[in-house]
């Protein structure tokens, strides 16, 4: 579920905030386009949830919530919430605002969590700082170690797990859209209520124990998006290398993360089309 809410809400935030920005009279659209039926009945009904079609940075937090509704096997019928707040004079995000989006979320078998991420633009969007939170506690499934016990559906273990993840990552522009960074991870994980239906399995569940690791990384960011939140144009191209240590184990051991990702709009009909690439 996290990975497709979180999916659902960005694609909602980004149809919060496609349309602002801050100009010289503090009130103007982000991305021109032309009225029509479709987007004027999204506009009136994203309305009803304070999601306004122009951005006043006088007003300070401009606020924008939608309530969703999720169905996933693992974790049943789910309620949750997408919180997405803008803030701050765009000059200080060389166009774009600051932005807070908050994701709260819980399900009929119990799951629960909330996800926090803010990032923060200064000095004209030379500085950067993003600080991402996951605090939850999810149903989750594990067949042991190894892609041969992955592909064998009798391993098959059920649990829960609680999981604490804090990440902030600061960045700055060294030239151009290449901007050069230090982030901080801390993550703790604790298994709980394991279930399994073979009894043979106890040694596969036991390799699930509580874990918690931390560690540093540098990032290095390509970055021509016009909105790192709301992108309607733009490529990403991030690679993080870091040093973690493993404190249930006393083990250290090293971190890679890859992501690229463009984006292009379907102007003049409404829509966007992006890709995205991940490795770890």
Known sequence: MRTLFAQTALALACSITTSLALA??????????????????????LGVFGAESE????????SSYIPAVFYKPEQGLGLGLLYVGLYGDPSDGAGQPSSMVINPYASSNGSMGITFSNKHFYNGGDNRVYTDIKVFDDAAVYYGQGY??????????????????VKPTWLTR??????????ANVKSVRPHDKTFENQNL???????????????????VFDTRD????????????ADLGLYHDATNSESFGKYSLKA???????????????QVQAT
Do not use: C
Request: charged fraction near 20%.
């Open 24 to 45: 010289d009279d503090h009130i103007v659209p982000l991305v021109e386009h032309t009225p029509n039926p479709t987007t004027e009945k999204l506009d009136r009904f």
């Open 55 to 62: 951005y006043d940075a006088d007003k300070g937090l401009n």
């Open 148 to 165: 041969e016990n992955g592909q064998q559906d009798g391993n098959k273990v059920d649990f829960k797990e609680q999981v604490v993840d």
């Open 174 to 183: 060294v030239s151009g859209d290449y901007f050069l960074g230090l982030g």
């Open 202 to 220: 106890g040694s596969i569940a036991n390799e699930l124990t509580d874990n918690t690791s931390y560690g540093v990384f540098v990032s290095n």
């Open 227 to 238: 909105n790192v939140t709301n992108a309607t144009k733009g490529t990403l191209l991030q």
């Open 261 to 275: 990702s463009q984006y292009h709009t379907l102007a003049p009909m409404p829509g966007l089309f992006a890709w």
